[in-house]
Structure formats: C-alpha cells, structure tokens
C-alpha cells in the first residue's frame, strides 16, 4: 500500500529495521550519513536503495526539515554510490516517490539508483 509523504515517522518501517540491522540487507555502501542496499525486488541488473541514517519519512519533510549536513551528506553518498557501482560512465537512473500518486510503498526516505543495462524511456506510459 502507499503511504503518505508527511505524517510522523514510523520508526518500525522496514527500512528502520535494515538500518538497525534487525533485517538482513546486501549492502554495498554506508557512511555517516547514509546506508545502500540492494532491492529485494530488483526491476534492473543493479537497483540499489539509498537511504538517509535520519529518520526522515520522504522526500518532502527531508527537503524541508532537515538539517543542511544530512542534506549534503546523503546527496553526497547517493553520488558516491554510484561511483563505487561503477555507473558513472555507462549512466544511471534515479528516482525517489514521494507519497500517494507516486507509489511510496516504505515510509522512510529512499532514493533508487538503477543501472547495468539501457534503461529507456523514463516511465510507462
Ligand atoms: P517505493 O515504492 O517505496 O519507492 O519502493 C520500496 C522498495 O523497497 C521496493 O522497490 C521494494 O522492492 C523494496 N523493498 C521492500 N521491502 C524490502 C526489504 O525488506 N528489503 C529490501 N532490500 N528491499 C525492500
């Protein structure tokens, strides 16, 4: 199910979990700001989330709340990400959904990256 991109933050969503490591995850990527992982439901022959340590729920009250270092932080590390896949050259994707049109399905801010193959036109249409 969707969720709402404002609203308290849930400290019991999924991605809380992996980030406690109460849930296993694969990750290829952690620094003080952020943590990376592969989807468990990979849509391209690399999809890896980003996601903040802080307990932001999407990309509206990140944006707007919270403080410039762990904004700069996780854009950073979303870069970095990238860079250590090796995707740089042959391009990436990313996409971030925020809320009820867009699908949001984990109430804790998640950037997508995907890569390793031409990923064509940005949406179905
Ligand atoms: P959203 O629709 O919220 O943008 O995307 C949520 C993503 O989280 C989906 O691509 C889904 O496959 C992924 N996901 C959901 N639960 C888990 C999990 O327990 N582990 C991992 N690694 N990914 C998950």
Redesign the pocket.
């Known amino acids: 199910m969707?969720?709402a991109a404002l609203g308290p933050y849930d400290d019991s969503n999924?991605?809380a979990r992996?980030l406690r490591d109460e849930?296993p995850?694969?990750r290829v990527y952690e620094d003080d700001f952020a943590i990376a992982?592969?989807?468990?439901?990979?849509?391209a022959p690399l999809?890896v989330?980003v996601i903040p340590r802080g307990p932001w729920r999407s990309w509206a009250d990140f944006s707007s709340a919270a403080p410039d270092a762990e904004i700069v932080g996780f854009i950073r590390a979303v870069g970095a990400v990238a860079r250590q896949l090796g995707l740089e050259e042959p391009g990436y994707r990313l996409?971030?959904?925020a809320g009820l049109d867009?699908?949001?399905?984990?109430p804790h801010l998640?950037v997508?990256l995907f890569g390793g193959r031409p990923l064509g036109p940005m949406l179905v249409r």
């Open positions: 969707p969720v999924i991605f992996i849930i995850s694969r992982f592969h989807d468990i439901n990979p849509q999809h989330l996409l971030a959904n867009a699908h949001q399905e984990v998640h997508h």
